[in-house]
């Protein structure tokens, strides 16, 4: 019977062989090695670029916040003092921004002290950026608010 004979080829294909599954694999990684660097670019271009724009949210609300209470915050206050109100501040106004924009992309909080140790902004407010410590170059360099 024709039938029978494809039914029994049929049942013994049971899936992919080996080398099929191998080749797959290496075409894959080949895959990832070409595009991987690309995206892993743009990962690190997309945090700077995320920490430059929070940088700038928190310049614009500390400026908000010395707009309402006649003062910056202080050094003991931080940034904090942008999302939760001082204590004994009654012309605040807040919350200004959310927690969550206290830290930069990179999990480290914001650095803010006032008075300024630089003359050009009313106070210091910055990033370490990727490489988490002070100075650095390229992808490593601090995001400072008034470099924008």
Known sequence: ?????????????????????????????????????RLFGDVALTEISTAKTQVATLGAAVERFHQDTGRYPTDSEGLEALATQPAGETKWK??????DLLSDPWGVAYQYHFPPT??????????????RTLGGVGENKDITYGDQ
């Open 1 to 37: 019977m024709p039938g029978s004979t494809r039914v029994n080829t049929l049942q013994r294909q049971h899936g992919f062989t080996r080398w099929a599954v191998l080749v797959a694999l290496v075409i894959i990684g080949l895959l990832a090695l070409a595009v991987g660097p």
């Open 94 to 99: 807040g919350p200004y921004v959310d927690e």
């Open 118 to 131: 630089q003359t050009r902004t009313p106070f210091d407010l910055f990033s370490f950026g990727k490489d």
